[in-house]
């Protein structure tokens, strides 16, 4: 299974709700990730968990709270989002403890915040 | 400030031809420097990878070039046909305690058939 599947695949939701967008993926592979990515943009990295450790935060917003329950899931908890968070969220992952390795991305979650 | 920039936002070329994208990056130290593809409201599919003692990797009808003195990457695309119509993105991988990319700004690539 070389796959990573993100669910849901399309969420809208109001700047007061709570929601979690998720990830998995049964390769194997111990590093995971989050990138936002805008229309006509390139991704952009927000979180990095390694073996099941977070490992790189780029300033994202704390309204994005990321959670590795295992080392095939991902989580990302959204709460109190503005709409300037709309975008393609991609979840991705590749091979821990090693550098050169390429990374696996699923076909994202399209969240709109109204 | 650091940049990735890809040379143009949208190229077009006929069927057949051979299609080059460029990379351009400042103020990195690549280790290694690994092109993508991604489709419309899809994710971004490896492509190549080419590390910075590399000069040159194929694939079939793909080719990447890596030139750190210039700090560059060519890709090229031989024969070219309309179904690689996509966007294509560059990526640098910098050696910084985890396996971190960082994507160019991409080229939308239309083969006209």
């Known amino acids: 299974d070389t796959e990573v599947t993100q669910t849901p695949k399309h969420l809208v939701m109001g700047m007061t709700n709570k929601k979690s967008l998720k990830c998995e993926q049964h390769?194997?592979?111990?590093?995971m990730y989050w990138y936002k990515q805008k229309a006509k943009k390139p991704p952009e990295l927000m979180f990095v968990?390694?073996?099941?450790?977070?490992?790189i935060n780029e300033s994202v917003p704390s309204r994005f709270s990321p959670e590795c329950p295992n080392s095939s899931l991902l989580n990302l908890h959204l709460h109190a989002l503005q709409p300037e968070d709309s975008a393609l969220y991609l979840c991705?992952?590749?091979?821990?403890?090693?550098?050169?390795?390429?990374?696996?991305f699923g076909p994202g979650t399209r969240l709109t915040v109204l | 400030s650091q940049k990735i920039e890809q040379n143009s936002e949208a190229l077009n070329i006929q069927e057949g031809k051979t299609a080059t994208l460029t990379c351009n990056y400042t103020?990195?130290?690549?280790?290694?420097l690994q092109w993508y593809r991604q489709d419309p409201g899809r994710g971004p599919v490896f492509l190549l990878l080419?590390?910075?003692?590399?000069k040159e990797k194929r694939k079939e009808r793909l080719k990447v070039t890596f030139d750190t003195t210039l700090k560059q990457s060519l890709f090229h695309i031989t024969a070219s046909q309309p179904a690689d119509s996509a966007t294509y993105l560059c990526?640098?991988?910098?050696?910084?305690?985890?396996?971190?990319?960082?994507f160019g700004t991409g080229t939308r690539l239309t083969v006209i058939p």
């Open positions: 103020n990195y130290s690549p280790a290694y």
């Open positions: 991705a992952s590749s091979q821990g403890g090693a550098l050169y390795n390429e990374q696996f």
């Open positions: 080419i590390r910075e003692n590399e």
């Open positions: 990526a640098l991988g910098v050696q910084t305690g985890a396996n971190n990319l960082f």
């Open positions: 390769m194997g592979h111990r590093a």
């Open positions: 968990y390694s073996y099941e450790k977070l490992s």
